[in-house]
């Protein structure tokens, strides 16, 4: 069973255009394959997130530039303050109720566990490097930041765990003076990739920023290696109640944006930790390029947290171009690229946590 699996096709309506590589088809073709897979899956429909839903996090002054950009109008200076002066997250025709549409993932998915559920989904979400007052790489409001507000009205101490390829860097300033909200990114180092932040000394408060930087090319065997070393440290050290993961699936090896090299099966490592924690966990997507990768490795990546076993091949029925037809990749032939790196990262944690 998957249990509170919150989606609607208006998800799909977030969607800068054909040129820009963050394509709504992605999550389509993951909803297809997940249904192909798991027939049993109830998708349930969130509805919209309120505007008080996004003044948990946000500044009311951006809500409501969000709010005017198509209908009364917003100039250039405006757009621009606010972060939509970019190619990165242009503005577009339905942008408000678009946004609306995929935190409210993420909004009911929060009330899911605090009303006592254990599992919970919000695959249209994860927009992690939304700021408090502007837009920022792809995401307009930062849904994963709106979770943890809802979750506090339960948890004492949350974790949020992101495993995207970048530094979930809007999570992270959002909730970085609350020493009861611990942020642990796994990501490609911001030396060589946006967003530039996410290093090792950006603490937070009481410690409550944790950070695991890897080198461009490090290899999936080391990523791995990296987030089972520090993950279990920040558990005890922190001690949560709640777990927020973030699953963007482009530190694969083939996607476009990074230089990481992680396969599925490494990638589903990670997850497959944070699952045995037996904590209450709201997962959510985020990042992943590649329209071969993200649906095989969204698809597995649920049936994971829901301890269901995800088969080596996709169901027959899936068009052969989409190119999933193996869930899992080949064995990789070069492994430890970047260990010595890593190694540093690890031992400072080590020294930090404990």
């Known amino acids: 069973m998957i249990p509170h699996f919150y989606y609607h096709p208006r998800m799909m309506e977030y969607d800068f255009g054909p040129k820009h590589p963050l394509k709504p088809v992605r999550l389509a073709r993951t909803m297809s394959l997940l249904r192909a897979m798991v027939p049993s899956v109830q998708v349930i429909d969130p509805g919209l997130a309120t505007e008080d839903d996004l003044l948990r996090v946000h500044d009311e002054e951006f809500v409501d530039v969000v709010r005017r950009i198509y209908g009364e109008g917003v100039g250039k200076e405006e757009l621009f303050t606010y972060g939509f002066g970019s190619v990165d997250t242009p503005p577009f025709a339905g942008i408000w109720e678009a946004s609306l549409g995929y935190c409210g993932g993420g909004v009911a998915a929060a009330k899911a566990l605090v009303e006592g559920a254990q599992l919970s989904y919000n695959m249209g979400g994860g927009l992690h490097h939304s700021q408090s007052n502007r837009a920022s790489g792809f995401c307009v409001f930062n849904d994963p930041a709106i979770s943890l507000a809802i979750l506090k009205e339960r948890f004492g101490k949350l974790l949020y765990v992101d495993i995207d390829l970048h530094h979930g860097d809007g999570v992270q300033a959002i909730w970085l003076d609350d020493p009861d909200v611990v942020t642990l990114s796994i990501h490609e180092s911001g030396k060589t990739l946006y967003p530039g932040t996410g290093f090792v000394h950006e603490e937070g408060a009481n410690g ?26 920040v558990l005890d050290r922190f001690r949560p109640e709640v777990i927020v993961l973030q699953m963007g699936c482009d530190p694969h090896i083939h996607d476009p944006l990074g230089h990481l090299q992680v396969t599925v099966q490494e990638w589903l490592g990670a997850v497959k930790h944070v699952r045995d924690t037996r904590l209450p966990i709201l997962a959510c997507g985020g990042g992943g390029y590649e329209m071969s990768n993200v649906p095989r490795m969204w698809a597995a990546a649920v049936m994971t947290l829901a301890n269901i076993e995800v088969p080596k091949l996709a169901p027959s029925d899936i068009p052969v171009e989409w190119g999933v037809g193996s869930i899992f990749d080949p064995t990789p032939t070069e492994r430890g690229i970047g260990l010595a790196s890593a190694q540093g990262v690890i031992e400072y944690w080590r020294r930090k946590l404990g």
């Open 208 to 233: 409550s920023a944790v950070n695991i930087p890897l080198d461009a090319y490090t290899t999936g065997d080391v990523w791995l290696k990296a987030f089972t070393e520090i993950f279990p440290r």
